[in-house]
């Protein structure tokens, strides 16, 4: 299961979320009809979306069966995922968060340099958190420097700019 959004907080009266997406894709995450998984109290739950707005930036979303302030404030901090599988394809060169997190960064010469982490930023400015020691290292994804992404093997290899690994040492 692939983590789409986090239920945020109630908003009006009647039932309604706002959720902090997860995603480049909310409008087709929450679209109504879609199912979302998540777990409460031990116990997974699938909530069916029976409407969408965008409030502010962000999702504002009605579950069938949620249909008043205390219903919704039940659901706040909940984490809403879908399966994997169900992902839209990306482009080639382009990956989801979830498959960078996790894996082992390595310099072109076989110096290991980490775990990922946490990927920050978009697409424009997006940076790997690579975990070292007690500290981490910030590694722009970039092209330049992230030579090769094998998300199979759970490895990047990276050439980066001298000093950059220092930066934060």
Do not use: K, W
Request: proline residues 7%.
């Amino acid at each position: 299961m692939v983590l789409v959004g986090r239920i945020a907080r109630p908003h009006g009266r009647f039932g309604h979320v706002l959720v902090n997406p997860e995603t480049d894709f909310p409008s087709e995450r929450f679209a109504p009809g879609a199912v979302l998984h998540t777990r409460r109290d031990g116990r997974d739950e699938q909530l069916l979306v029976a409407d969408l707005r965008m409030h502010q930036g962000r999702p504002l979303v009605g579950f069938e069966g949620v249909e008043t302030i205390s219903d919704a404030e039940a659901l706040a901090g909940l984490e809403l995922r879908i399966p994997e599988d169900a992902l839209t394809p990306l482009p080639e060169g382009t990956y989801y968060e979830h498959e960078l997190v996790g894996c082992e960064a390595v310099t072109v010469t076989g110096q290991s340099v980490g775990v990922v982490r946490a990927v920050e930023g978009t697409a424009g400015g997006a940076r790997l958190i690579i975990g070292r020691g007690r500290g981490e290292v910030q590694i722009p994804l970039a092209r330049e420097i992230c030579v090769a992404i094998d998300v199979g093997r759970r490895r990047i290899t990276v050439d980066p700019p001298e000093g950059l690994l220092d930066l934060n040492a």
